[in-house]
């Protein structure tokens, strides 16, 4: 692909949005003008499977779909919004700056092919998260922010303009009716954010969970960031227990299915496995004999094979069925092997 101007702009801006590490993006401007930090050559990666990749972007780089009857999403390839058009207005959920503009230009699209109201009167938040919801403060002052109690508090500590925090908050559930359509809202507790909800669609068959399952792909770096990983690696579970056929990651070019989650559940069971196998058949020895009294050397070279040991039969197992299984599954797998020693206590030995 040629490198125009502009495909190198939004290769950066979708770059640095996706870091989700705000530092990263300070950092791309550096990244370019001294392009020695590159690995030469960058590594070779395996193909992205086509059942990973969703419907074509229009000219202005999105696309716009029914899920179901008056229920959309949006995407720009890697980052989703829905909203649910109603006789009283738009009820917009999560508000991705990589889209920006482009929401609205998609909510308008919708609202004049169906002849209603194009006008955005709720934003529900998935979580407080700058990249699923820095566009918020595009749709002006009015619009009732819908949130839970804990997204208030970290927007309130965050400050951010660009991030209105919640006029609307909840502790466990909340049913919002808003022109006669139903939206259930709830928390189960911590999973990859302390804030994150469960937003399920009774009546459209669908349930948006952000930033635990992309579909087709496996989490981003390190599981996905993931706050707290036991409740994560639980959270397949409590999603399959809502009754649903469309699924809303918040990520990537496409919806998911029942059949994704599993597929996403087996691959996170397949990785337990892996470490806790790895936890019991890698010998430290070797790496603690070479360095000596460079303890963290050590560590890192004896998780290291851990991590390969894991991995290797996860990575062959996924590859050409999870996207990027062979990019990102070994940070995933360091998260879940710091889980399963901390959280669960194995491999802990106390000196006799
Ligand atoms: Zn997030």
Redesign the pocket.
Same mark, same amino acid.
């Given at each position: 692909m040629p490198s125009t101007p502009t495909t190198r702009r939004s290769f950066l801006a979708r770059g640095a949005a996706f870091a989700?590490v705000p530092a990263l993006a300070g950092l791309v401007p550096g990244v370019l003008s001294d392009p020695a930090f590159a690995d030469d050559p960058l590594p070779d990666y395996a193909p992205v499977p086509s059942s990973a990749l969703g419907p074509a972007l229009n000219a202005q780089g999105y696309f716009v779909g029914r899920v179901e009857r008056n229920l959309y999403w949006v995407t720009d390839g890697a980052y989703q919004a829905a909203f649910l058009t109603t006789r009283d207005g738009v009820v917009l959920f999560d508000a991705p700056p990589t889209i920006g503009h482009n929401l609205q230009r998609a909510i308008d699209q919708i609202a004049s092919d169906n002849g209603v109201s194009n006008k955005v009167t709720h934003i529900v938040y998935s /979580?407080h /998260?700058a =990249? /699923?919801v820095g566009a918020s403060s595009l749709f002006g002052r009015d619009a009732v922010r819908v949130g839970h109690v804990e997204a208030k508090r970290l927007l309130t500590r965050d400050n951010d303009p660009t991030r209105p925090v919640p006029d609307l908050t909840f502790k466990t559930h909340r049913k919002l009716v808003v022109g006669g359509e139903k939206i259930d809202l709830a928390w189960h507790g911590t999973n /990859?954010?302390p804030d994150n909800i469960y937003i399920h669609f009774p009546d459209h068959d669908t349930l948006m969970l952000? =930033?635990v399952n992309l579909p087709g792909w496996v989490p981003f770096n390190s599981f996905?960031?993931d706050e707290d990983v036991p409740a994560s690696l639980a959270a397949p579970d409590r999603a399959l227990a809502y009754p649903w056929k469309h699924y809303i990651g918040g990520h990537m070019g496409r919806l998911g299915t029942r059949g994704d989650m599993v597929v996403f559940q087996e691959y996170l069971s397949d990785l337990v496995d892996g470490v806790t196998q790895a936890l019991a058949a890698v010998d430290p020895t070797p790496f603690f004999a070479k360095y000596g009294n460079n303890t963290w050397a050590a560590v890192k070279t004896y998780q290291d094979a851990q991590i390969k040991y894991a991995t290797a039969p996860v990575i062959a197992k996924y590859t050409g069925v999870l996207a990027a299984a062979d990019v990102y599954t070994a940070s995933t797998a360091f998260v879940i092997l710091e889980s399963i020693r901390l959280d669960q206590g194995a491999g802990s030995q106390v000196h006799p």
């Open positions: 989700s /979580h /998260h =990249d /699923h /990859h954010t952000v =930033d996905n960031l």
